[in-house]
């Protein structure tokens, strides 16, 4: 960083406390650098600490420090800094400004770094007044040596200051407005930011300090390196592809869709005049958004194709800053992600385990945010058929039919779930506002919620269950149910957490209150935490992103938030 060294040498007047009038010391520098002054004496150093502290005498606390035209949003946390250095140069070292002995240098350069590559991050570079400091650095550097702009260096120190505590800010918990509609308590920044921030320039460790304050959470650690590799290796553009129809535009299409893989890397010239090469290149992308693995270019593969490079960046940081909010996991969990249709089952942050799941269609969505723990499971259940389904779906059939309840193994309750029986009801007088019944439906292979379920507490009434309606875990997109989470080999499931658990239950246990028609519930001794939440965005340890569509249109509040158009 010449231009930074240059600056620094300018810069290196402080402290040279004498009473007298100060001597310019010469100094011997390599051929195409400039001489600068080592040090200034005293009272020019006083000048800048003046300037700054100028700024923070005329500062109110109900409002944001202004410099120039900028807000400097940590206006908070600049003063106490600040105040806690009497006022000095933060950026520079403050007893001797000679660069060969400066820590500063890289602190400097290191912040300037990170910020201009705020994008990996999912971040964006003038959020931080990036612009300003340039403007300002470059300024300073361009005057002619023994010139000296005291405002401009208080300035752009405070420029800096704000920019890394801001910065800092949004890498730990985010840039939006995080408040949980359901209640969930998010990550704050629980730590003296200027303090850190005094101990990270002190030992010249401005990006490590940056970088230590990401999550620690497995999905934001391998979705950001996975966006750092992917801006290295994409250009981002916000052109749409639009592909012909493959149903009457085979080859076209198929010629669009090889110039899409090779622009996104999954194709190169030769191997895209491969077949199987090409096959194999679709079959890797449809596993990448989440798509049955055909190697064809169905409804689904074609919109995901025409997808641009900016909106896929926006998806991936939309995702990284819902996982900023998050609090640390337990490290063996459970882990449903909604768009993507898959229940992890995590052991030491690694998934050991996935099944396929169905979740809420559009009007019934699942809750994108649970934090619960699964206690126990329950053999051959009841259908205990929630109040909205009862009155808007099997109502009407009962009205014109009065055998629909029998015919469906459904059974009338009243309050306390005491029998009814519905020859006695005047089902001509039942509307969905006055409806006082409630309906549950028995045990058996034809039980909505299948053979066993898994109870986990939440004040949403939501599980996961066996189905009888196997067919729709072969679909790419599994929003169908009710908004609880119907499960692809539930006794598999049921295997794992017995097991893990070191139960006196197995899964033949299971198995036998099954066939003898027994409901049993069946506790577990340390139950198992598990957290529902949705991210249209994953990632793997080879740096392979995963898309998923945005079935819940969640993302796009989000994505406006962040980027404010």
């Not at 600490?49 to 410099?67: A, P, V």
């Not at 933060?90 to 500063?104: E, F, P, R």
């Not at 800092?168 to 921030?197: C, F, I, M």
């Not at 099997?394 to 009205?399: A, D, E, S």
């Amino acid at each position: 960083m010449k231009q930074l060294v240059s600056l620094l040498l300018l810069m290196s007047f402080l402290f040279a406390c004498t009473p007298e009038e100060p001597k310019k010391e010469e100094i011997v520098v390599q051929p195409e650098t400039k001489t600068y002054p080592k040090v200034i004496v005293e009272k020019e150093a006083r000048v800048v600490s003046l300037t700054i502290e100028k700024h923070f005498t005329d500062w109110t606390d109900s409002t944001l420090m202004i410099i120039g035209s900028y807000e400097l949003e940590k206006s908070a946390l600049l003063k106490p800094f600040y105040a806690s250095r009497a006022y000095q140069l933060a950026w520079w070292n403050s007893t001797n400004l000679a660069v060969a002995d400066s820590k500063c240098e890289p602190c400097i350069d290191e912040l300037l770094d990170m910020i201009h590559h705020a994008h990996y991050y999912g971040l964006d570079s003038t959020w931080y007044d990036i612009n300003q400091i340039d403007k300002l650095l470059a300024a300073i550097m361009a005057l002619d040596s023994g010139k000296y702009d005291f405002k401009a260096l208080a300035n752009v120190d405070l420029l800096m200051t704000n920019a890394y505590l801001h910065f800092a800010t949004h890498l730990n918990q985010g840039v939006t407005d995080s408040v949980s509609a359901y209640g969930l308590e998010r990550n704050r920044l629980d730590l003296d930011l200027p303090k850190y921030l005094a101990e990270a320039l002190d030992n010249s460790h401005i990006k490590k300090s940056l970088l230590d304050l990401q999550p620690k959470n497995s999905n934001y650690v391998l979705l950001q390196r996975s966006l750092e590799q992917f801006l290295t290796t994409h250009k981002l553009s916000d052109k749409k592809h639009v592909l012909p129809d493959p149903k009457e535009f085979e080859d076209s299409c198929r010629t669009e869709a090889i110039n899409i893989l090779i622009d996104l890397q999954y194709l190169n010239d030769t191997t895209s005049k491969i077949k199987k090469k090409v096959k194999a290149a679709i079959k890797k992308f449809q596993k990448e958004h989440g798509l049955q693995i055909d190697g064809a270019i169905g409804k689904n593969t074609l919109a995901a194709f025409e997808k641009s490079t900016l909106e896929r960046y926006h998806q991936i940081t939309v995702s990284l800053e819902k996982l900023r909010w998050e609090k640390p996991w337990e490290k063996n969990r459970l882990f449903v992600n909604i768009p993507k249709y898959i229940l992890h089952l995590i052991q030491n942050d690694e998934t050991v385990k996935t099944h396929k799941i169905v979740v809420g269609n559009t009007k019934a969505r699942t809750p994108q945010e649970i934090n619960s723990q699964v206690e126990y499971l329950v053999t051959f259940p009841f259908w205990h058929v929630p109040r909205g389904i009862a009155a808007k779906e099997i109502l009407p059939h009962i009205k014109k039919d009065s055998t629909y309840l029998e015919a469906h193994h459904y059974e009338l309750m009243g309050k306390g779930w005491t029998p009814v029986d519905p020859k006695t009801v005047d089902w001509s007088k039942m509307t969905r506002s006055n409806f006082p019944y409630r309906i549950r439906q028995k045990g058996g292979t034809w039980n909505a919620v299948g053979l066993v379920k898994f109870i986990f507490p939440n004040e949403h009434f939501v599980y996961l269950h066996d189905t009888p309606s196997k067919n729709y875990f072969n679909t790419d997109l599994r929003a169908f149910s009710h908004g609880c989470l119907r499960l692809h080999k539930p006794m598999d499931f049921a295997d794992y957490l017995l097991k893990v658990d070191s139960n006196s239950y197995t899964v033949d246990s299971v198995q036998t209150h099954i066939d003898n028609k027994n409901s049993r519930k069946m506790r577990f001794k340390k139950p198992l935490p598990i957290y529902v939440r949705y991210y249209t965005c994953e990632a793997d340890s080879d740096g392979n992103i995963y898309y998923f569509r945005d079935v819940y249109k969640l993302d796009e509040v989000i994505r406006k938030r962040l980027f404010k158009n």
